[in-house]
């Protein structure tokens, strides 16, 4: 009798062990994948002050001219992407209200956020992107009509 109960139990532990390591994996990668968003987010977000420096010096060059009309559109894409940053940052606080924090989910919530996850990868590069792209053109721009 002691014999079947130390192997039931032996058998449960190591179940229980098995589940622990996958949801480890499981929190690893989603931890690594955080990790990944917010490094992109962090690479991006001192570039928003020159943003905001861009979005005057190419306001101030807007009028009806072609050379103006060039100013506005360079002005609208760099609003565009401040603004793209800024819902970014507010909507990633709302998907992962914990990202900062070490919170552990069961294995079915880590398997529930993988694609929201993804989703996010997506968009912080394309948010990355315009941002970069906006203040390149906007400053190859000023340099051509200086």
């Given at each position: ?25 499981e929190k690893?990668?989603?931890d690594?994948?955080?990790d ?33 009309k ?9 609003k ?18 914990n ?43 000023l340099?051509?009509?200086?």
């Amino acid at each position: 009798m002691k014999k079947t109960l130390l192997l039931i139990f032996s058998g449960i532990f190591l179940v229980s062990c098995g589940e622990n390591q996958k949801a480890s994996k499981e929190k690893q990668h989603y931890d690594e994948s955080i990790d990944e968003i917010l490094e992109v987010h962090d690479d991006v977000m001192p570039k928003m002050g020159t943003l905001s420096s861009l979005i005057e010096k190419t306001e101030a060059e807007i009028d009806t001219t072609e050379r103006g009309k060039e100013f506005e559109k360079a002005n609208k894409n760099l609003k565009e992407a401040h603004d793209f940053m800024m819902t970014w940052m507010k909507n990633f606080g709302d998907k992962f209200p914990n990202a900062l924090l070490d919170t552990t989910y069961s294995k079915e919530e880590y398997k529930k956020r993988e694609p929201i996850l993804s989703a996010e990868k997506e968009e912080v590069k394309e948010m990355k992107d315009r941002v970069n792209e906006s203040i390149e053109k906007a400053q190859e721009l000023l340099t051509k009509t200086s």
